[in-house]
T-cell receptor, first 115, second 110 residues
Framework: GAGVSQTPSNKVTEKGKYVELRCDPISGHTALYWYRQSLGQGPEFLIY????????DSGLPNDRFFAVRPEGSVSTLKIQRTERGDSAVYLC?????????????FGPGTRLTVT | GQSLEQPSEVTAVEGAIVQINCTYQTSGFYGLSWYQQHDGGAPTFLSY????GLEETGRFSSFLSRSDSYGYLLLQELQMKDSASYFC???????????FGPGTRLSVLP
């Protein structure tokens, strides 16, 4: 079946610009996570959605970062006034969201480069 | 603060057994997961421990000691395709917040 998909796969933008990264989770998965990963490091938690609501956004680094999931399926991570330090691979993961369903299914990521 | 520690690199030969350790200090703990990530690929789930003890899944086993804030991943009968990075991750808040370790890069030599 279809896994988690993310678009675009690569995004190059200039410092100060606005970007949107999209995640399509596995159908029926109510839990959705955003992470970012820098080279040689582990994924860094950004935000967690259960359904349409952001249940935990404690990982968002500052108010330039925002994410939505308006219909409880597709999610968009939005970054305003991008900075060179935002360059990383942004990973999305989904899981069934039910008790005991602890496995997260990751998408291939979006590689963001801010020049 | 929250921190997970893993060895940065491990090298072993085909057919051998290797253990990758993970120690953690987090504000909450519900379980410890392990993920494998090949270069350029997405992390893929390997195992999860919520209770103390050993969980076995094929060639891979994972162990947890909650009292010691410690776990490990055991890989047996190593194959070349096992060369990858391995991450432990603590479920910090039930189903919500996962903290990943820095990763251990495993190189399997012929």
């Amino acid at each position: 079946g279809a896994g988690v998909s993310q678009t675009p796969s690569n995004k190059v933008t200039e410092k100060g610009k606005y970007v949107e990264l999209r995640c399509d989770p596995i159908s029926g998965h109510t839990a959705l996570y955003w992470y970012r990963q820098s080279l040689g490091q582990g994924p860094e938690f950004l935000i967690y959605f259960q359904g349409t609501g952001a249940a935990d956004d404690s990982g968002l680094p500052n108010d330039r970062f925002f994410a939505v999931r308006p219909e409880g399926s597709v999610s968009t991570l939005k970054i305003q006034r991008t900075e060179r330090g935002d360059s990383a691979v942004y990973l999305c993961a989904s899981s069934p969201g039910t008790q005991g369903a602890y496995e997260q299914y990751f998408g291939p990521g979006t590689r963001l480069t801010v020049t | 603060g929250q921190s997970l520690e893993q060895p940065s690199e491990v090298t072993a030969v085909e057919g051998a057994i290797v253990q990758i350790n993970c120690t953690y200090q987090t504000s909450g703990f519900y379980g410890l997961s392990w993920y494998q990530q090949h270069d350029g690929g997405a992390p893929t789930f390997l195992s999860y421990n919520a209770l103390d003890g050993l969980e076995e899944t094929g060639r891979f086993s994972s162990f947890l000691s909650r009292s010691d804030s410690y776990g490990y991943l055991l890989l047996q009968e190593l194959q070349m395709k096992d060369s990858a990075s391995y991450f432990c991750a603590v479920e910090n808040n039930y189903g919500q917040n996962f903290v990943f370790g820095p990763g251990t890069r495993l190189s399997v030599l012929p």
